[in-house]
Structures are given as structure tokens and as C-alpha cells.
């Protein structure tokens, strides 16, 4: 008996089926009117309004009410592009105008109800405000940057160190470096030192030198205050 | 195990390289045994100030490139066999001079001596940052006006942040040196007092050495001032010095205008 040839039959690989499916979306339709640039306006005042809205949400452009030739419709979805709204599609126009760059032709939308953007409400919880001890002097040459709040120092403040702070700024010592409070917009930030040598003294951005300094004062317990745009220095006692 | 002590100032010319070699002989006729180490590359000093200048072979730099062994650069003082100089190369770029270098030939010298001590260069770029990054000790040498007092403010606040024991946490243990300090000049009111610096720079006192002809001399000859002239002012004011780095309480004598005649104005403890 012969050896039986056994031939296993071809075995095709399994095909993934690919199964199309239908699902319909709501997008925001976007409808420039005549003339373009005063319709730009409208949208970034509404942008203005709410930042965030359009961020993610599919928006199309509906061209129908404008007659735009193929380089003015790219020209108009590079500007919506640009102000961070991505384009999903376009429909009211005829195919030819449409080249590959641009987003496809859409047909077929149906009108429903949207909810209008709101204004957001802005963040006014204030910032939380903590402080920074320093339990040694603060050597000439070092920064001490502290945004968030009051800076203390048991020592002193060399010559040529400076320290910067969103609050006040406390110095049991001499000060003889550059203190700058009140740094995010505090004018109520207070400088105080138990002698005042210092370089510079500033609040919330109005400053004053060494040479300004009161003759009376140098070398005495002092606290600083802004007092509108004047920098008020007095003694602390 | 060494302590590793550096002498640093941040100004120039103030008298690191002297009161190195001063204080480095001293602690050798106390029965340590020293290893004093020049990081000034380019501009060597230590060498001829101990008089060792015609006897250079191999210098740090070598010893880092692999050039030299540690025992081939190492010169031994002809007077006092507890000291060796390590001293720098005068030809060499400072660049040459890598971290980990230095690292490992303080390490080397650890366990071999007692004491390792370097001699940084002014100013604080990398030669200044690399003779202080392996200390234990920093001796800040200042003299008695405006601008070396602030230099020395920032190579304290340097020592506090760029040494590897700062890295961990760890402090260095900081002494101020108040040299060339002029009795006259201060009683005039023309030189800081030492009150101000001390209130300024908030370190320990370690000694104050009086601006005294006797180094000069003494760097001439090659030889260090605890040596040449042991009864001068200055050698006696640098042998207080080193006894108190050893800890020993010795007063503080503040150097008075008459020669010779020591007044005792301040019984100012060491701390």
C-alpha cells in the first residue's frame, strides 16, 4: 500500500467582517454670514464670554447663506481653526469646491434643540495663603522667592541678598539686602525689621532705594507701608 | 579618620594661602599629620609660600588625570615630616580639575592623615566650588573692611549650599579668620571692628591675626610664619587659632597698636 498523501485543504484566513454601522451626532452648526471678518467678531466676543465652550465640541460650517470660492472657504476654516474650534464639516456648498484638505461634505443634518452657551463664572475663591519661616540669616547673593504668602526671617538679611514675597515680609534682624512685598498685587503687604539697612525696599511694585532712605530712621526697628503710590517708613515701636 | 577643612574667603588677596600653610605647620608641630592641598590651578602659591617650589615633580592635576599616583605628587615639608603639600599645576587649564577627581583623592588621603587641608582660590567658580565641596570644616579668612566682608557673606551662604555635606543635610562647621587686621587703623575708625563683622557674617571667631611684616618676610624665605618668627604677633595669634580648632579654650587677644604688649580687652570665648 502507498503512502497516503494527506493534503489538508487550503485554509483561507478568517476574514474580519468589516459591519458599518449608522450612528447620527449633534454638532453646533456655525453659519458666517456677510461680511466674514464682522462675523469673526461675533464669535470671538461669544469666545470671550465662555473660553472653554467650544473646546472639543464638533462644530460644522454651514456655508450656505455665503458664496465663498474654494481658497476663501480654507481661508475660513483656518480662522476658526485658530481660535481653537475644530471644524467637523462643512455642508451648503457644492462638492467641487471642497479639496481633500478641507473637512468632507456633510448632507443631511437635521435641526434640533441645543442649550446656548453660558457664561462661565470665574473662579473667585481666593488664593490660599501660607507663610515661610527661614530660622537662619539669609546670606548675601541667595533669593528667597516665596509668592504665597509672608516670609519670616529669625537673622538678618545680608547685603546683596533679596528677598521676594506675596505677602509681608518679616525680618527679625537687620535688613540690609532687598525686601520686595506684596508681589502679586498686595498693597497692603507690610516690610518690618528690627534695624533698617536695607538696598531696596518695595510693595506690590512701588520701590525705594537705600539713598531715599530717612538719615533718622537707618539703623532703627522700622516698618514699611504703602500708602497709595507713596512709601510711608516709620518707626516700630 | 581626616577631617577635611577648607580655607575659602571669596575676596582675594586676604591671606588664605598664609594662614593655610600658617595654621597647616602649626597643627604638624602639634603632632597631626597634615596633608595641605593648593586648589589654586594657574596660580599656585602654596608651593613657594612653603618653600617647596623647586621641588615640584607631579601636582593635583596629574594625580586626577591618572598621570601620577598620590604618593609620586605628595612632597613632604623638609622641617616638619608631619606636613605634605599636594600642590596645583601652574601649566594646566582648570578645567581639568573634575568632581569626582577630587573626590577620590580626598578620599585616598582620609585614611591616611589626620588632617586635609585646602587651599581655595578666590573668587567662587569651579576651583572655589571644587576645594569646598568635600569639606567637613571651612575656615572663612576676611579682612576688616566692606567688600571682603561681603564676599565672605556669600562663600558662607556657598558653603551652606554647594558642599556635598549640605547636599545631605549635614552642616559644615564654619569659623571666621579675621586677618591682616590693622589695631591703628581700626582705632581711627577707618577699618570695620570686629563686633560689626561678627554681627555681618554670624560665625563662630576662630582668631584675629594683626597685618604684620613678619609674613611677608616669611613667604619670602619660604617658609611658613608659625616657623620662621614662632614669637611674632602673627605666629602666636595663628598658633591660638590652631589651638582652638583643636578645641582647646583659649582667650581671644585682640592685637593692640604697642608691639609686644598684648592687651587682654575681651575675654571672648570661642564658640
Not at chain 2, 163 to 171: H, I
Not at chain 2, 240 to 249: Q, S
Amino acid at each position: 500500500m502507498g503512502e497516503s498523501i494527506i493534503m489538508e485543504p487550503s485554509v483561507e484566513p478568517t476574514r474580519q467582517l468589516i459591519r458599518l454601522r449608522g450612528r447620527s451626532y449633534v454638532a453646533f452648526v456655525f453659519a458666517p454670514v456677510v461680511p466674514i471678518v464682522g462675523w469673526l467678531e461675533e464669535v470671538d466676543a461669544t469666545l470671550a464670554r465662555s473660553p472653554n465652550f467650544f473646546v472639543g465640541k464638533p462644530v460644522v460650517l454651514d456655508l450656505s447663506a455665503v458664496d465663498l470660492s474654494p481658497s476663501a472657504i480654507t481661508h475660513l476654516v483656518k480662522s476658526i481653526e485658530q481660535r481653537n474650534i475644530r471644524v467637523l464639516g462643512v455642508e451648503g456648498v457644492d462638492a467641487e469646491h471642497l479639496d481633500s484638505s478641507l473637512p468632507p461634505l456633510l448632507t443631511g443634518g437635521r435641526a434640533c434643540t441645543l442649550q446656548p452657551p453660558r457664561p462661565e463664572k470665574r473662579d473667585t475663591k481666593p488664593p490660599q495663603m501660607t507663610s515661610l519661616l527661614l530660622d537662619s540669616p539669609v546670606r548675601s547673593g541667595q533669593s528667597i522667592i516665596f509668592t504665597d504668602g509672608d516670609v519670616t526671617v529669625l537673622g538678618s538679611v545680608s547685603s546683596g541678598a533679596e528677598i521676594v514675597a506675596g505677602g509681608s515680609i518679616h525680618v527679625y534682624g537687620t535688613l540690609r539686602g532687598r525686601a520686595m512685598a506684596g508681589v502679586n498685587g498686595n498693597p497692603n503687604a507690610r516690610i518690618y525689621c528690627q534695624k533698617i539697612e536695607a538696598e531696596l525696599i518695595a510693595i506690590d511694585g512701588y520701590y525705594q532705594t537705600a539713598e531715599e532712605l530717612d538719615a533718622n530712621l537707618r539703623s532703627k526697628p522700622a516698618q514699611a507701608r504703602l500708602d497709595g503710590k507713596i512709601m510711608r517708613i516709620t518707626p516700630l515701636n | 579618620m581626616a577631617k577635611v577643612l577648607v580655607v575659602t574667603s571669596g575676596k582675594g588677596g586676604v591671606g588664605k594661602t598664609t594662614s593655610t600653610a600658617a595654621m597647616g605647620a602649626a597643627l604638624a608641630q602639634a603632632g597631626q599629620k597634615v596633608v595641605v592641598v593648593d586648589f589654586d590651578v594657574g596660580l599656585r602659591n602654596l608651593d613657594l609660600v612653603l618653600g617647596a617650589e623647586r621641588r615640584v615633580v607631579f601636582d593635583l592635576i596629574n594625580v586626577v588625570q591618572g598621570i601620577a599616583k598620590l604618593p609620586q605628587a605628595l612632597i613632604r615639608d623638609k622641617r616638619l615630616e608631619n606636613l605634605w603639600l599636594l600642590p596645583a599645576s601652574q601649566t594646566k587649564d582648570k578645567d581639568a580639575l573634575t568632581d569626582e577627581g577630587v573626590g577620590r583623592i580626598i578620599d585616598e588621603l582620609r585614611g591616611s592623615c589626620d588632617w586635609i587641608l585646602c587651599d581655595s582660590p578666590a573668587g567662587i567658580e569651579r576651583g572655589a566650588m571644587l576645594a569646598m565641596r568635600y569639606a567637613d570644616e571651612a575656615i572663612i579668612v576676611t579682612n576688616p573692611e566692606v567688600s571682603s566682608v561681603r564676599d565672605s557673606d556669600r562663600i558662607i551662604g556657598m558653603l551652606d549650599s554647594k558642599t556635598v555635606r549640605a547636599e545631605k543635610g549635614e552642616r559644615v562647621e564654619k569659623h571666621v579668620l579675621i586677618a591682616r587686621y590693622d589695631a591703628a587703623r581700626a582705632a581711627r575708625g577707618e577699618m570695620l571692628t570686629i563686633d560689626d563683622i561678627l554681627e555681618i557674617l554670624a560665625t563662630p571667631l576662630l582668631g584675629i591675626i594683626p597685618e604684620s611684616q613678619d609674613v611677608l618676610r616669611a613667604s619670602n624665605v619660604g617658609s611658613p610664619v608659625t616657623l620662621n618668627s614662632p614669637s611674632s604677633v602673627a605666629a602666636r595669634a595663628y598658633a591660638d587659632a590652631t589651638k582652638r580648632l583643636l578645641g582647646e579654650t583659649v582667650p581671644m587677644l585682640v592685637p593692640t597698636e604697642r608691639k609686644g604688649l598684648m592687651n587682654l580687652l575681651r575675654g571672648r570665648r570661642a564658640a
